[in-house]
T-cell receptor, first 114, second 114 residues
Framework: DTAVSQTPKYLVTQMGNDKSIKCEQN?????MYWYKQDSKKFLKIMFS???????INETVPNRFSPKSPDKAHLNLHINSLELGDSAVYFC?????????????FGSGTRLTVV | AQKITQTQPGMFVQEKEAVTLDCTYD???????LFWYKQPSSGEMIFLIY??????QNATEGRYSLNFQKARKSANLVISASQLGDSAMYFC???????????FGPGTSLSVIP
């Protein structure tokens, strides 16, 4: 069973389109995140939700909107896609109190904007 | 603000030899955690090892050990008996425990030579 699953794994789309990436975790964790890895492999947090409540909202264009229908799901919707949005997006989840907070990453979604 | 420095953008090691990947961090938080993740060419983020700032002993996980020197703010990863499958990007990261936020370093690319 995949602990943190993201769909789709690959996404190729044209500039100006709107797209969504879905994330689900079956670990029972309270907190979920979105990270972005750019072309230089640099990873940076974008958002985090704790039990459906937005906790962290880094400096991200408001074209990016996370949505958490329940604590097991955190989706990322991107409006008016731009070339610079091309990156790998990782979903993650964690649970304070576990040894390493149980921090677990999904396998990533490679977004290519053409 | 927290910051992670990895001064080795690329490293080479002979198969079966040990290798140390450097990591220094800067934080004013009294409580924090330190991670190492491996990212092979397939792209997934693989958890390797975790050290809590109050842990008395250095963390070890199989061939991985974390050389934690709190006063020097360093958390180097030691991989013993390198294998060809260890060739990957390695990321040091710090967990800001009050917010569950992970800050990643820029990564070190490790190549294991047969």
């Amino acid at each position: 069973d995949t602990a943190v699953s993201q769909t789709p794994k690959y996404l190729v789309t044209q500039m100006g389109n709107d797209k969504s990436i879905k994330c689900e975790q079956n670990l029972g964790h309270d907190t979920m995140y979105w990270y972005k890895q750019d072309s230089k492999k640099f990873l940076k947090i974008m958002f985090s939700y704790n039990n459906k409540e937005l906790i962290i909202n880094e400096t991200v264009p408001n074209r990016f909107s996370p949505k958490s229908p329940d604590k097991a799901h955190l989706n990322l919707h991107i409006n008016s896609l731009e070339l610079g949005d091309s990156a790998v997006y990782f979903c993650a989840s964690s649970q304070p109190g576990q040894g390493y907070y149980g921090y677990t990453f999904g396998s990533g979604t490679r977004l290519t904007v053409v | 603000a927290q910051k992670i420095t990895q001064t080795q953008p690329g490293m080479f090691v002979q198969e079966k030899e040990a290798v140390t990947l450097d990591c220094t961090y800067d934080t004013s938080d009294p409580s924090y955690g330190l991670f190492w993740y491996k990212q092979p060419s397939s792209g997934e983020m693989i958890f390797l090892i975790y050290q809590g700032s109050y842990d008395q002993q250095n963390a070890t996980e199989g061939r991985y050990s974390l050389n934690f020197q709190k006063a020097r703010k360093s958390a180097n990863l030691v991989i013993s008996a390198s294998q060809l499958g260890d060739s990957a990007m390695y990321f040091c990261a710090t967990l800001k425990t009050s917010y569950d936020k992970v800050i990643f370093g820029p990564g070190t690319s490790l190549s294991v030579i047969p």
